[in-house]
Nanobody, 116 residues
Framework: QVQLVESGGGLVQPGESLGLSCAASGILFSIYPMMWYRQAPGKEREMVAAIAPGGSTNYGNPGQGRFTISRDNAKNTVSLQMNNLRPEDTAVYYC??????????WGQGTQVTVSS
């Protein structure tokens, strides 16, 4: 059974940092591209960051310059460090293990709220 479990969400003030983590089980983690998506209320889900099995990274518009994705293949985890958070970063953040194209496995999501 494949499981992706996100953790680390919460309430932070604008300008603060937050780290998310996703623990994977039931898959050969090291061969999967891993991604973070987010979805804000009333908006479509959008890609935040991606990391290839070898460690190369790619960022969507939300993640450019402020977010850093990393992975630990030995621990089957992928992380997202988010700095200088803004109210518009408020969303549910999802971990995604990509099989091919847009198919893969999703986590249940973790809420991030940025508010003063």
């Amino acid at each position: 059974q494949v499981q992706l479990v996100e953790s680390g969400g919460g309430l932070v003030q604008p300008g603060e940092s937050l780290g998310l983590s996703c623990a994977a089980s039931g898959i050969l983690f090291s061969i999967y591209p891993m991604m973070w998506y987010r979805q804000a209320p009333g908006k479509e889900r959008e890609m935040v960051a991606a990391i290839a099995p070898g460690g190369s990274t790619n960022y969507g518009n939300p993640g450019q310059g402020r977010f850093t994705i990393s992975r630990d293949n030995a621990k089957n985890t992928v992380s997202l460090q988010m700095n200088n958070l803004r109210p518009e970063d408020t969303a549910v953040y999802y971990c995604f293990a990509r099989l091919a194209g847009t198919t893969g496995y999703w986590g249940q999501g973790t809420q991030v709220t940025v508010s003063s």
